[in-house]
């Protein structure tokens, strides 16, 4: 059976990165909570800019951030709208401003896809 993923890709500050953590443990359970199968963040580790585009040109790194990937993953695309719509009402999303959160959201880039090949 095929899944359905929502892709981030965010630049965080290195030294808020455990402020990113906190948020993302917290936002994920919501997440998680009003049905997404997983959900995963993870930091660059191993990610070089490109000669053309990269992780790093894509979201204007700076010196002190680091690049962060995350996915979140649903039965369908269908499941993934109604899993947002329950998230988006629940009231713990009114605590989310640009201003709360520790990254500059401009600079952050994400998409739905299909699966088309799992092994």
Request: charge should be positive.
């Amino acid at each position: 059976m095929s899944v359905y993923v929502d892709g981030f890709v965010v630049p965080v500050p290195k030294h808020k990165l455990a402020d990113y953590r906190r948020m993302a443990r917290k936002f994920g359970a919501l997440w998680i909570k009003h049905g997404a199968l997983e959900l995963h963040e993870c930091a660059a580790d191993d990610v070089k800019p490109g000669k053309r585009t990269s992780f790093p040109q894509a979201v204007k790194l700076k010196p002190d951030e680091l690049v962060v990937f995350s996915w979140i993953v649903f039965k369908s695309r269908r499941h993934r709208d109604a899993v947002n719509k329950r998230v988006m009402a629940d009231p713990m999303m009114a605590d989310m401003s640009p201003k709360s959160v520790p990254f500059d959201g401009k600079r952050m880039f994400w998409g739905g896809f299909k699966e088309i090949v799992r092994f």
